[in-house]
């Protein structure tokens, strides 16, 4: 059965692959926590997100940007989305690097982000940083080394604003689309088959990598909500266990680099094509929307916050949390989400509110949208 999908419609199911997606990463970036906890290819979440990224901007905005909606006005919009949670996470990386810099070396806490910084480094960082924009090569070999997971939301801008400018393109949009795709891919295989798998997009020497992915996965994911959508009565639970078995992946030591390719051309497309047909029962709609609510916040904040809490267990408490591995990760994973739960209705949806009516251009419409819009 084809499903057509009218412009007031929720993907829940999108939802729950996202919220799952988000807390592969947080497992996958905390590792002191989770000890031998791992899904070993999650890495390859930030594939799908850039995926669901291009399918749920197309639904909300690609009607608009042709009929209307200016570039600059689309893009005013989705910084007031990604901001205030990004800022708050970047503002908890600085409080967590400070306190590391404070504290003698001995005392480290052992992770690889806070020795990214340097007491010289630390102000040229954060000053970058606070303007959402990534360090300085000059400064640093990473592009956000106060909250590293950022460097996908500055790639995600990227692609928001290349679909803002070429939305508007009267002829040659699908060429123009399609080259970019096709480019896009050729880059994700040469560092595939360079780097024995993909996982990079961090650092400035593979910055060309980060933009493969962004430039392969976020407009096919606009071109996965123009096409029909088949539905195969898949329970979307399923789905959501079959991503997480996706991201488990192969075996190390196979010599198989052939698998991230063939997760994020083939079976993350199909994932998404299969979710954006299929919706939750009514019990399990509310974790679903939650879980989508939640995964953002927890992308944008759980590795500074990590940083911040390991650091202060440390020389406040003098206690190692990795003695606790993998409880102390599931605890931290239950706070966060906690957390994010009242940070959105306290903090992020109130800041997004006051900044939309603070903007010039700001319409009920846009307001509405920006609520909704991950």
Known sequence: ????????????????????????????????????????????????????????????????????????????????????????????????????????????????????????????????????????????????????????????????????????????????????????????????????GIGDGFSWNYAVEGLSRIGFSFPLGIVLYKVPRVNLNIPPFVLCVLLVLILVGLPKGTGLNIYPLFCIFVLFPLLVTLAAAAEPSENLRSIFSFLGMASYGIYATHKPVEEFVIGAALRVLHLRLDQFAPFSGLIFLAAILTAIGLIDTYFDRPVRRWLTQKSNRATPESSAAVEAVG
């Not at 930030?46 to 570039?71: K, N, P």
């Not at 690889?112 to 070999?141: E, I, K, N, Q």
């Not at 040659?172 to 795709?181: C, K, R, T, Y």
Request: hydrophobic share 50%; proline share 5%; charged share 10%.
């Open 1 to 196: 059965m084809v499903e057509q999908i009218g412009p007031k419609r929720f993907f829940n199911t999108l939802d729950g692959l996202r919220g799952v997606a988000a807390v592969a990463i947080l497992i996958r970036h905390c590792p002191y926590l989770f000890g031998n906890l791992r899904l070993p290819d999650s890495q390859l979440s930030v594939d799908l997100f850039f995926v669901l990224s291009g399918f749920v901007l197309a639904h909300a905005y690609g009607r608009r940007l042709q009929t209307g909606l200016s570039t600059v006005e689309f893009m005013k919009i989705r910084l007031i989305r990604l901001y205030p949670l990004y800022g708050l996470g970047t503002l908890v990386g600085i409080a967590a690097v400070g306190m590391s810099l404070i504290v003698a070396r001995s005392q480290s806490l052992g992770n690889h982000d806070a020795l990214t910084v340097t007491a010289r480094t630390f102000g040229p960082d954060a000053m970058m940083a606070l303007f959402m924009l990534p360090a300085l090569p000059m400064v640093s070999p990473v592009l956000y080394p106060l909250n590293q997971p950022a460097w996908s939301l500055f790639f995600e801008l990227i692609g928001n604003a290349a679909y803002g400018v070429i939305s508007k393109l009267k002829t040659f949009l699908g060429l123009v689309v399609g080259a970019i795709i096709l480019c896009s891919a050729v880059g994700i295989i040469y560092y595939d088959f360079k780097l024995g």
